[in-house]
């Protein structure tokens, strides 16, 4: 079974330019997760998808992110204007479903951004 | 304060030691917990996951939980130099909702 695709692994931009970064969930997987994880802390979740609409997007910076999943299935997260704070690597991860007990959540490899 | 907290270490140890990871958390409501694992320039894997409090044993690994001291571990026995990696636990609450709150994570080196 392929894992969940990321591109790409690298990006190195300036301020005040645009990014946007894509994700190919596992096949089937209903969910999928962008998460934010800057260097020496734990991922922060941005925005969940569940099929093509926004479950929770609470902690996305809405002024210069945003994110969409056609069709339920890729994904893109875009980052316009950049900051230096923005530098970190952004993880897609994807589930089945949502539902009673575990729903475990597979990572992708990651892009790292950094921003100059 | 942070929800979660977490010993960033890092922590160095010789191979076949006992190694024990912590995290401790604010959010009493917090019902479900896990363990992943990341090495570097990799996305988190996950490793173990309990549902509210007690022990549960895979392999070379236990995690147990403590939700009276809202307190959780990940131990490894025979640690390998393969375990070298940082270990991220993580929670969420209960509901449809399966959205994780990370620890910072503990960067653990296994020597040879």
């Known amino acids: 079974e392929a894992g969940v695709a990321q591109s790409p692994r690298y990006k190195i931009i300036e301020k005040r330019q645009s990014v946007a970064f894509w994700c190919n969930p596992i096949s089937g997987h209903a969910t999928l997760y962008w998460y934010q994880q800057i260097l020496g802390q734990g991922p922060k979740l941005l925005i969940q998808f569940q099929n093509n609409g926004v479950v929770d997007d609470s902690q996305l910076p809405k002024d210069r992110f945003s994110a969409e999943r056609l069709k339920g299935v890729d994904s893109t997260l875009k980052i316009q204007p950049a900051k230096l704070e923005d530098s970190a690597v952004y993880l897609c991860?994807?589930?089945?479903?949502?539902?009673?007990?575990?729903?475990?959540?597979?990572f992708g490899p990651g892009t790292r951004l950094t921003v100059l | 304060q942070k929800e979660v907290e977490q010993d960033p270490g890092p922590l160095s140890v010789p191979e076949g030691a006992i190694v024990s990871l912590n995290c401790t958390y604010s959010?009493?409501?917090?019902?479900?917990f896990m363990w992943y694992r990341q090495y570097s320039r990799k996305g988190p894997e996950l490793l173990m996951y309990t549902y509210s409090s007690g022990n549960k044993e895979d392999g070379r690994f236990t995690a147990q939980v403590d939700k009276s001291s809202k307190y959780i571990s990940l131990f490894i026995r025979d640690s390998q130099p393969s375990d070298s990696a940082t270990y991220l636990c993580?929670?969420?609450?209960?509901?449809?909702?399966?959205?994780?709150?990370f620890g910072s994570g503990t960067q653990l080196t296994v020597l040879p």
């Open positions: 991860a994807s589930s089945f479903h949502e539902r009673l007990g575990t729903d475990t959540q597979y």
């Open positions: 959010n009493s409501a917090f019902q479900y």
């Open positions: 993580a929670m969420s609450l209960s509901g449809s909702a399966r959205q994780l709150t």
